[in-house]
């Protein structure tokens, strides 16, 4: 679990450290009279709502920028600032996803994956359904070959001939909007079969005068599709590295059969090479309906505190699964978002169409996100803490800063929104938490 977490972290801060702003960037605006006498403005009606905080430094920088906006609540009431203006919320839509799926499936909830078995004269075939548990992790799938071994060691089974995968709950090679073509593991594609977030950790050594691709975690074996890509991919460092598996959702699903083979190998079991796409029908037997360990409560805690892309798209499919029924696609998660928040919220004017908030077409409000930040407060312990006092939910790309969530007041938790759509220093959202929270605490 330890090098879950570090992955996890690794690819965080590799994902912030690749979309942080650069000063001086080429597609920074222009300074143009208009512009900054709406900076003037804008300097005026901070200082008039938010009086002696608006002095403090970063809340003095924040003054500057002509798309910014920001709503809090604090002992005096609520402040605003263009906070009914609509902004690109990156990251911070991971807030209305984790909220969807706890009041859909509650935090108890587990994510399920089935197992079936077909005996033929032949063969013995093994399938495996998905439902887009987004959290199959080494551990998780070890645990199922456990479990597996001991039901097929009652139908006196030693040995399967094929995998196959069912992987239907899913439309085929969906691609979730905003997702960039790259290596980096938030890019990972999202499907209802997979293995470690649809990504691989390996690193290269050199035997005998030869390079070999291994694992760079203990508790998952090497399979060939992880050594093909990483070679084909041209892995040129020695040191540890976690990429997703592309595009492809056949080299996807290959690697998680072939891992799962592994872990039935550990377990004494032989199994074949052969892996396809299969279907449920009469012919398949069920064999085992594996309850994920962790809780959707566990599952959105790290994807808070990691922003893990793949497990927002994941619960954002499934949702819309449940709601619209299977296959889940892209059409029917925008569906889900616009029918639910309008219904929960009466909201009208917003846009979310991914689960992640990767897309920059995603339109919020800080009043919005205010909203949503009620609603989640029963559940603002799953949010990690980002300065002290204060813990929330941020999100970064290019030309975006955004965050929200909770400052300590005395006995309460109060909640704060604050999103900036142009260039800025990094971590700019921080210090102004912190100086929010500091400033109530005095």
Request: proline residues 4%; positive net charge.
């Amino acid at each position: 679990m330890h090098l879950l977490r570090k992955f996890l972290l690794m690819a965080a801060l590799f994902f912030a450290a690749s979309i942080a702003p650069a000063s001086g960037a080429q597609n920074a605006p222009v300074n143009t009279a208009a512009q900054q006498n709406e900076k003037a403005n804008a300097e005026q009606n901070v200082q008039s709502v938010l009086g002696r905080l608006a002095q403090q430094p970063a809340w003095q920088h924040f003054q500057s920028f002509a798309e910014a906006g920001f709503v809090i609540d604090t002992p005096q009431g609520i402040k605003r600032f263009n906070a009914g203006q609509a902004f690109v919320p990156a990251s911070t839509t991971k807030l209305i996803t984790a909220l969807l799926a706890l009041r859909h499936w509650g935090d108890a909830y587990r994510f399920k994956t089935e197992f079936y078995i077909k005996r033929t004269a032949t063969q013995n075939i093994l399938l495996v359904k998905g439902f887009g548990d987004p959290f199959l992790v080494s551990e998780e799938l070890a645990l199922i070959a456990q479990q597996l071994k001991q039901n097929l060691m009652q139908l006196q089974i030693s040995h399967i001939d094929a995998i196959y995968l069912d992987d239907s709950f899913y439309q085929s090679d969906l691609i979730m909007p905003g997702t960039l073509w790259s290596d980096n593991p938030y890019d990972a594609i999202p499907s209802a079969i997979a293995a470690n977030f649809n990504t691989i950790n390996v690193k290269r050594v050199s035997r005998q005068g030869s390079i070999e691709i291994i694992s760079a975690e203990a508790q998952t074996p090497i399979t060939q599709t992880a050594q093909q890509f990483a070679l084909t991919h041209k892995l040129k460092s020695s040191k540890a590295l976690r990429i997703n598996l592309g595009q492809d959702l056949s080299v996807n699903q290959r690697h998680f059969a072939e891992l799962l083979a592994a872990f039935l190998q550990q377990e004494s079991l032989t199994v074949g090479q052969t892996v396809a796409n299969g279907v449920v029908d009469n012919t398949f037997q069920p064999l085992y309906s594996h309850d994920n360990s962790r809780t959707l409560a566990d599952v959105i805690e790290p994807m808070m505190k990691y922003s893990t892309n793949f497990i927002a798209n994941q619960l954002a499919l499934n949702l819309a699964a449940d709601q619209f029924g299977a296959p889940a696609n892209p059409k029917k998660v925008a569906k889900l978002y616009q029918q639910a928040l309008q219904q929960l919220f009466g909201w009208q004017d917003f846009l979310v169409e991914d689960g992640a908030g990767l897309s920059r077409q995603n339109r919020l409000s800080p009043d919005q996100l205010l909203e949503v930040l009620q609603a989640f407060k029963p559940w603002r312990y799953l949010l990690p803490q980002v300065e002290n006092h204060v813990v929330a939910k941020s999100g970064s790309l290019i030309g975006v800063s955004t965050l929200a969530g909770f400052y300590q007041y005395k006995n309460t938790s109060l909640p704060f929104v604050i999103m900036i759509n142009e260039q800025g220093p990094y971590r700019l959202r921080n210090r102004l938490a912190r100086e929010l929270a500091e400033f109530y605490r005095r």
